[in-house]
């Protein structure tokens, strides 16, 4: 790829690139990097091989968790006059990869933050699946630690939108089995190798995509994609009394007929008239 030639001027780019097929790189994002003054980059081997697809040769900045404390502020003092390109090894920067206090100290010192847009497995994955897309929450990689794991899922098991996981091949079954025992049998993805030779998109029940990868762990990178819950049991009677009681305690029954019809999507007039009887 050759790249364009434009003029930048000093801030933070922040540069998305490819996920797998390198001819993803988008000619703005090759711009960028072949004529920034420093790349800050999560493994600098990885965009090594960028810039050789590219014909660039630039300098380099290792900038990842392990170090990033140590290293921003020297980066944020060369902002003012120089061209800075952020990149992750692959994909946004940001996502499931360091980077946010980098902008953050960036603007709060009136540097200029520009976004270079391009590939991103979340939202390639999404794309895949099949599954809706018009409510979606990207979790990232869960915890290691089954407790901890276990809490997590628990916390999104009745938020109604797809979910997005990040995940390694040799704990992708045990992830599975966990997010079926936490959010029930849902229809899910397992995505991997997006935009590489053997891209694929398994879909299935979780408790079937668990039970496929228990013996054979898959290589590569993975993002599992999760359907949303079920639509909401209707309310029982009980439920429904209960919190009339509940809310005539505080409320008049005009209102607290109102209040509960508008949660549990029940008629009000038969509310108010249920109200009436338990006042007297």
């Known amino acids: 790829m050759k790249p364009l030639v434009m003029s930048l001027s000093p801030g933070l780019y922040i540069v998305a690139t490819p996920i797998g097929n390198l001819g993803d790189l988008s000619p703005r994002a090759a711009e960028v990097l072949a004529h920034a003054d420093l790349i800050a980059a999560e493994d600098t081997r990885v965009t090594a091989t960028l810039l050789r697809h590219i014909g660039a040769k630039r300098p380099m900045q290792p900038y990842h968790d392990h170090n990033a404390d140590q290293v921003r502020p020297g980066l944020i003092a060369r902002l003012a006059s120089e061209v800075i390109a ?5 994909g946004t920067p940001l996502i499931s990869d360091p980077g946010y206090k980098l902008v953050r100290d960036a603007r709060a010192a009136g540097h200029q933050v520009v976004t ?15 599954l809706p897309t018009d409510r979606f929450l990207f979790m990232g990689f869960l915890p290691a630690k089954q407790g901890a794991r276990g809490s997590a899922i628990a916390e999104v098991a009745g938020v109604r939108a797809t979910l997005i996981f990040y995940e390694s091949g040799p704990r992708l079954a045990a992830t599975l089995a966990a997010l079926a025992e936490g959010l029930g049998d849902r229809e ?7 935009t590489k030779k053997f891209e694929e998109a398994v879909t299935g029940t979780l408790s079937s995509l668990a039970a496929r990868y228990a013996d054979a762990p898959p290589k590569g990178e993975i993002v599992i994609v999760v359907a949303p819950p079920g639509a909401a049991p209707p309310p029982s009677a009980e439920d429904a009394e209960a919190a009339l009681v509940e809310a005539l305690s505080r409320l008049p029954a005009s209102k607290a007929a109102g209040e509960v019809a508008k949660r549990f999507g029940l008629d009000r007039k038969a509310l108010y008239a249920r109200a009436m009887d338990l006042k007297a």
């Open 116 to 130: 270079i847009p391009g590939p991103c497995a979340a939202i390639a994955a999404l794309t895949l699946a099949g």
């Open 188 to 194: 899910a993805a397992v995505t991997r190798e997006i």
């Open 86 to 90: 952020l990149v992750s090894d692959a």
